[in-house]
């Protein structure tokens, strides 16, 4: 008997994040879309960033999950559009990222920057990324890349601790 | 793996041949699949020589944040490139995959502009190479997002994002080295000056580009000068660095006429498959 979509979705939950294990792949938003066709269960992914290596470790771990779960004929089907928004993190996950130390995306603080723009306009200052461990607001960029292609590093002026801030795409 | 190298076999098409990969039909020049599959390598060849030539710095740059950075950047343009050369191959239609296109082919049908296989020499050069591309790069993907094949627009619009933030970091370290010490300018106008005449091949059009722009799949190269010429102007004013008299432009990497830098990078990046055709783990 095959399970409903729902119940699929529900074991997908069980799947960890393999560089950031306390969130799951649901709550990242990278699963579009599961469906039957026929006796074939379709999966659609969505890579976070185009050269992420994590990628084909997450398809191995969706497959060994499902397997696990009985499910014999599996599709993965790799989706780029519309492409990944950090948007699509789960509100939870991101209280999750800062208990294990990450700072979660604020909105506006993109590359594009548009939100982060106005408020600077609006109140002269720029929006800034909290420290995850101690919460001072007083932190500094180091470099828009940190130890993966989806983070920045920072350090807190405060607390002196360097941390990654999960920026914004 | 093979338990013999063939490293006897000096040409890269025929190891294709022999793994049964070998383009044994040529698409016709000037058809329409013939020039897309061209502008597609183009923009493919461009972010792999690129995405490569950073990967030199892993385990070499000046500090450990900015060794990550380049590698990070690296891996951004490496998977761009399993986008673009994978559509490449798949318009082709002869099944060969990203990783044919970029291990079994040789210099001559490489179609990258000579900026990006211009060696890393030190770390204000690669990243002054970076702006000018990273500077071209962000709206040549915007136009692409207008592209009349929609996979064409997504993977430009994927690629978009990520490439703001290299523009956004390139051009930062462009004006804290250029305005920065006395040997930092130095090196940062040493490299714009060394790199500049290699900049203006990115907007010059052959008549595949014509073709291409007159079927709306992509922008005219020409069309995004105006764009470019506007925040590399910019930047460099903030960066107190002399922009270089004249445009004299050095060309033909786009049509497969490269540098001898193109071949040592080959010649690094695809010696595994050259010595053990097929490889895979």
């Known amino acids: 008997m095959q399970p409903d979509t729902e119940t699929v979705w529900r074991w997908l939950d069980e799947v960890p994040d393999p560089e950031i294990p306390v969130i799951s792949i649901t709550e990242l938003g990278i699963i579009r879309d599961v469906e039957w066709q026929d006796d074939t269960l379709v999966v659609t992914v969505t890579p976070t960033y185009s050269g992420c290596p994590a990628t084909s470790v997450i398809n191995l771990e969706i497959e060994r999950k499902l397997r696990e779960r009985g499910i014999e004929k599996i599709v993965l089907k790799r989706q780029i559009s519309p492409p990944w928004s950090t948007d699509w993190i789960a509100e939870a996950a991101k209280e999750k990222l800062r208990a294990y130390g990450i700072a979660p995306p604020i909105e506006g603080t993109g590359a594009a920057g548009v939100v982060a723009g106005r408020v600077r306009r609006l109140t002269g200052e720029a929006l800034t990324v909290p420290c995850p461990r101690c919460g001072s607001p007083d932190t500094q960029l180091v470099s828009q890349f940190g130890s993966t292609p989806c983070k920045a590093a920072y350090q807190c002026r405060d607390c002196l601790e360097p941390f990654d801030y999960f920026k914004c795409i | ?281």
């Open chain 2, 1 to 281: 793996m093979p338990s013999l190298p063939d490293i006897m076999t000096p040409d890269a098409e025929a190891l294709a041949k022999a793994a049964g990969k070998g383009r044994r039909v040529r698409l016709e020049a000037g058809s329409p699949e013939h020039d897309l599959f061209t502008g597609l390598t183009r923009l493919g060849d461009n972010t792999l020589i690129l995405g490569h030539r950073v990967s030199e710095w892993c385990g070499h740059a000046p500090v450990l944040e900015e060794d990550i950075a380049l590698a990070n950047i690296a891996l951004d343009l490496i998977g761009q490139t399993q986008l673009w050369l994978g559509l490449a191959g798949e318009i082709e239609g002869h099944g060969r995959s990203a990783d044919d296109l970029a291990f079994l082919r040789d210099a001559w049908h490489f179609h990258n502009v000579l900026l990006v296989e211009r060696p890393n020499r030190d770390f204000g050069h690669t990243l002054m190479r970076q702006f000018l591309f990273d500077a071209w790069h962000q709206p040549m993907l915007k136009a692409l997002e207008e592209s009349a094949d929609d996979r064409i627009a997504d993977i430009a619009r994927k690629a978009g994002k990520e490439v703001a933030y290299h523009l956004e970091r390139s051009a930062d370290l462009v004006i804290r080295l250029g305005d920065g010490t006395e040997e930092s300018h130095a090196r940062m106008q040493d490299a714009l000056d060394r790199l500049w005449p290699y900049a203006g091949e990115l907007f010059l059009a052959d008549e595949v580009d014509v073709r291409l722009a007159h079927e709306g799949l992509m922008p005219d190269p020409a069309s995004l000068r105006p764009a470019w010429d506007a925040s590399v102007a910019e930047i460099l004013a903030e960066a107190t660095l002399t922009r270089p008299d004249g445009d004299f432009a050095h060309k033909g990497g786009k049509q497969g006429r490269h540098t001898e830098h193109l071949g040592h990078l080959l010649a690094t990046m695809q010696w595994l498959q050259r010595a053990y055709p097929g490889a895979d783990w």
